[in-house]
């Protein structure tokens, strides 16, 4: 007779969770995690996922996911073998990959070229520590109760030593000499067979609203400081938020600090949030939604002044009125940092202006991608084609066959928890 099973061994009889990936943005879903904010409870499995389920990030359906393992070397090293190695690998010179940047872009950018070439050299250059996250979870990190650790998918020296790259962490990048290629950094100039400008854009912040006055949430590092200075709730309490700007990011950052219990006041110049996004008409809806929240909404206004009061700021708008606030985060928009890319003599329209097909930037040797990118003047800093970019590239660096990328009008889910829209 079969002894009956105990709780401990009913749990050693569940198979492992697994981990799938969103093949159009690089979001992983792990099973154990699930996605609350979606409707999944942590411990759902990919086969009890419903199929009108949406990539939080993106967008598609689960039907876009599949399994997923980061892959080793010695698993990119069997994959390999048979297959040509491009014209990098056999320069006898040292000079590799030069990657600037290190987002989404950046590593994305490493894992396709290790993808195609077990041996080309890469180097990683980075201001930041070069922890691979999904950007997107900076604006639903505090409703979820997400620590640091939970939104670090793995460490800048753990994935660099999985895709055996030299990693730049804390070293800026500063002059391109395309005729030297050489790349000239705060910790020594690199040489290189090919660069690829994968930097992203800045937050743009208004004359009147000092850099030192005001968070910018645009990567991991600020975020986490941003986050520390709020405190814990617990412990610290309430604090008073004051949010300049209504899109995109404004509008989720508010939504997630008022749901994590702070008095949130969100302003724009415009007199709904999300109007940017006229057909849409995101905005009325969203503001009826906001009302069971701690979310004040001030349309119609713009930044006169911004000033440290007490331990505090303090906001003045164009008509006089006058905000008090714990902290101040900017939520204006993007721009594309220029130093580097006109040091190498680039053309710039707005951000590095690149070949819509090939991304080739109008120095050879130099490529670009993701949101420091512009094609035919435009911009597109969303993440789904970042990957499909990053394949792009690497084809052409690594001699393979080419992979034309093509634009494609995105979707965009707006992650305001508490009315969840999608944009197109
Ligand atoms: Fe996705």
């Not at 987002?103 to 070439?117: F, P, S, Y």
């Not at 707005?350 to 120095?363: K, M, N, P, Q, Y």
């Amino acid at each position: 007779m079969t002894p009956a099973l105990s709780g401990f061994d009913l749990a050693l009889a569940l198979p492992p969770y697994l981990s799938f990936i969103c093949d159009a943005c690089g979001y992983i879903y792990n099973e154990a995690d699930g996605d609350v904010d979606g409707g999944l409870a942590a411990g759902t499995r990919y086969a009890d996922i419903p199929d009108d389920w949406a990539c939080p990030l993106c967008g598609v359906t689960k039907a876009d996911f599949t399994p997923y393992q980061a892959p080793s070397l010695d698993a990119l090293m069997t994959q390999l073998q048979g297959r040509r190695v491009g014209p990098v690998a056999s320069r006898r010179d040292s000079a590799g990959v030069v990657i600037v940047g290190a987002g989404r872009a950046g590593w994305q950018m490493a894992e396709a070229l290790r993808a195609l070439d077990a041996n080309v050299r890469i180097a990683l250059v980075t201001a930041c520590q070069g922890e691979v996250y999904d950007k997107p979870l900076l604006s639903v990190a505090m409703a979820r109760s997400l620590a640091a650790d939970r939104m670090v998918r793995e460490s800048g020296a753990d994935a660099a030593r999985r895709l055996n790259v030299q990693l730049l962490s804390e070293t800026h990048a500063v002059h391109v000499n395309s005729a030297t290629r050489t790349l000239r950094t705060t910790r020594g100039t690199l040489h290189y067979y090919h660069l690829v400008l994968a930097h992203g854009a800045q937050a743009a912040l208004p004359p009147s609203m000092p850099a030192s006055l005001c968070w910018r949430v645009n990567h991991l590092g600020m975020y986490l400081r941003l986050r520390a200075a709020l405190g814990d709730m617990k412990t610290d309490g309430t604090k008073e938020v004051l949010i300049v700007g209504a899109g995109l990011i404004g509008s989720e950052l508010a939504n997630d600090l008022a749901l994590g219990g702070h008095h949130v006041t969100l302003i724009d110049t415009q007199e709904q949030p999300l109007a940017r996004w006229p057909s849409e008409q995101a905005g009325q809806p969203l503001l009826s939604a906001w009302q069971s929240l701690s979310l004040r909404f001030v349309g119609g206004v713009s930044v006169a002044s911004l000033v440290r009061k007490g331990p505090g700021y303090q906001l003045s708008t164009t008509d006089g009125q006058i905000f008090d606030a714990d902290q101040v985060i900017a939520a204006t928009g993007l721009h594309t940092p220029s130093r580097l890319a006109l040091s190498a003599g680039l053309a710039w329209r707005d951000g590095i202006a690149v070949d819509a097909e090939t991304l080739a930037t109008s120095v050879p040797r130099i490529h670009a991608l993701g949101d420091c990118i512009t094609i035919e003047g435009r911009s597109s800093r969303f993440i789904e084609p970042i990957a499909r970019q990053a394949r792009t590239v690497a084809a052409a660096i690594c001699g393979a066959a080419p992979v034309p990328y093509a634009a494609r009008a995105g979707v965009v889910r707006v992650k305001t928890s508490s009315w969840p829209l999608t944009l197109h």
